[in-house]
């Protein structure tokens, strides 16, 4: 009989860490109802301990998630553990994560202590955990380079101690499948009590092996993977789970094993994913790249219009990509871009319609019909748009050319006072952002810029996506148009946005801390 796999999603921990800018809370609930829509088990959403925001954000997930365990990470530290569990009690249900390094390596030169101390540690710290919950993980940090010797004794006595499921990560990508899917063989035949725990993977790419090393343990008597959306983690990424998810869907009888994911949203999750992370999605990628899909050779295209199976072994539709259809003109209403949205499988939840719909209205007026990508692109700009703004692009005119310096002109709305700025740049994008640096004062360093088509031909809509950075910290801005200054200045305006959103907050911190100094000195 075929056991399921647990799928276990650290995009929101684990994958964030590569991003340039950190996400906002908006967006990594964004993220997180996603993940949940696509049906992963186990969402590990965040560091509770690390930041207030963090805290917060992880909050914030607890309370909307209702179809998947969120977690937490916690170090084998008290106040780790007792803030993960104040994050996350408010969840219908979730899990502490716990870790320790369990290698040579790491013992002696990162924590400076012995196995024993590590041994002991870890399990006063699991049973630390689970006071709060019943459901508790504990890692064996480098455990793909820990002595099975050492490994059998540690993960034991974390299993004795209340350990739910035990992670054996790969946190540097180093082992090979047959060696990594060993360890699992090792633990099975040698660890007495592991029948009273799940066994989970954490594989990184850093040699390319992160799926054939998570498929391998598997193979093993892993029951749970640990990845991320894209393959999204620290250095070379970690394990993608779209590409997992696949091959256990492709494959899983010769493995004897499935999951529960809903196959329908890969596609879509992915997509939100890149989005939000401003990681574009390789054109190569398995599983979800644009050429994934795409027959170039005479031989091969010729073999799929007789039978597709001949040259393909995924479909386009198993991952829930549906063909582009044009059927949206400027005299198309509302019920109509309502039903498109539909039928890709949006609900109203998922967007504005009166946003959305003004926007397309005005696009139509420019390119005289508007795709399925055009729709999309625009719905997920509006929804990054919906938290409150105090700056907002009014107008803008620029002057450039092969002999004349570049020029605009800026018109933003401040609060409620409009202000106008000139000045020159290297470049119409430079002369604009120049003019909105010198409206809002914020002086922001534009370190990334990134231009990516959303769509196909001369009318495809350019989303310019950039990092700036503001007294240390980098903030992301987006902007969408079908005119590339134009997204480019809504982009720096979005990441002002974010840059005011960010010194409210500071502020509000600020403001209570003061009070609380005050009623302690009373």
């Known amino acids: ?137 504990f890692s064996c940090e480098d455990g793909g380079r820990t002595p099975i010797d050492d490994l059998c004794r540690v993960v034991e006595a974390a299993i004795n101690a209340g350990a739910t499921t035990i992670n054996i990560p790969d946190t540097v990508g180093y082992t090979l499948p047959y060696e990594y899917a060993n360890i699992f063989t090792q633990l099975r035949e040698r660890v007495p009590n592991i029948d009273k725990a799940i066994l989970s993977v954490h594989t990184h790419d850093d040699l390319g092996m992160a799926v054939g090393n998570a498929l391998a343990a598997v193979n093993a008597g892993a029951r749970q993977i640990e990845g991320a959306m894209n393959g999204l983690g620290e250095r070379a990424g970690n394990c993608a789970l779209e590409e997992t998810i696949m091959a256990i869907k492709t494959r899983g009888q010769l493995m004897n094993v499935h999951t529960r994911i809903n196959h329908q949203e890969i596609y879509r999750t992915c997509q939100t994913v890149s989005q939000i992370c401003n990681m574009p999605i390789p054109a190569h990628k398995a599983v979800i790249g644009s050429n994934a899909f795409a027959h170039s050779s005479g031989i091969h295209q010729d073999g799929v219009l007789k039978n597709r199976e001949n040259y393909e072994i995924l479909t386009p539709e198993s991952i829930g990509l549906k063909q582009v259809q044009l059927n949206l003109t400027s005299r198309s209403g509302r019920a109509a871009v309502k039903h498109r949205m539909e039928e890709m499988g949006y609900s109203e939840s998922d967007y504005n319609l009166d946003t959305l719909y003004e926007d397309f209205k005005a696009l139509a007026d420019k390119k005289g019909q508007v795709f399925d990508y055009d729709l999309e692109a625009m719905a997920f700009i509006n929804k990054q748009s919906e938290e409150p703004e105090f700056f907002s692009l009014d107008t803008f005119n620029v002057q450039s050319g092969s002999s004349v310096i570049a020029t605009a002109t800026v018109q933003l709305l401040c609060g409620e006072e409009q202000k106008t700025e000139a000045a020159t740049g290297n470049g119409p994008v430079d002369a604009v952002y120049q003019a909105i640096n010198r409206i809002t004062d914020f002086d922001a360093e534009l370190i990334n810029y990134q231009l990516t088509a959303k769509g196909h031909g001369k009318d495809a809509l350019g989303q310019v996506d950039i990092v700036v950075k503001y007294n240390g910290r980098k903030f992301h801005g987006i902007g969408l148009a079908t005119d590339i200054v134009e997204s480019s200045a809504k982009a720096m305006v979005h990441a002002l946005n974010n840059i005011w959103r960010a010194r409210q907050v500071e502020q509000e911190l600020q403001r209570k801390s003061t009070q609380q100094d005050q009623k302690e000195t009373v």
């Open 1 to 137: 009989m075929s056991q399921q796999v647990i799928i276990f999603d650290t995009t929101l921990r684990d994958g964030e860490q590569a991003l340039q800018a950190s996400l906002s809370v908006k967006e990594k609930l964004q993220i997180a109802l996603a993940l949940e829509r696509m049906g992963v088990d186990v969402m590990e959403v965040g560091f509770p301990v690390s930041s207030p925001g963090d805290f917060e954000s992880v909050q914030t997930i607890a309370r909307q998630i209702k179809n998947s365990r969120v977690c937490g990470l916690a170090r084998c530290v008290e106040k780790d553990i007792d803030a993960a569990y104040e994050a996350l009690r408010v969840a219908e249900a979730y899990r502490i994560h716990t870790f320790l390094a369990t290698s040579p390596m790491h013992i002696a030169t990162k924590l400076r202590s012995t196995l024993p101390e590590v041994i002991e540690r870890a399990v006063k710290m699991v049973k630390r955990a689970r006071n709060y919950t019943d459901d508790v993980e």
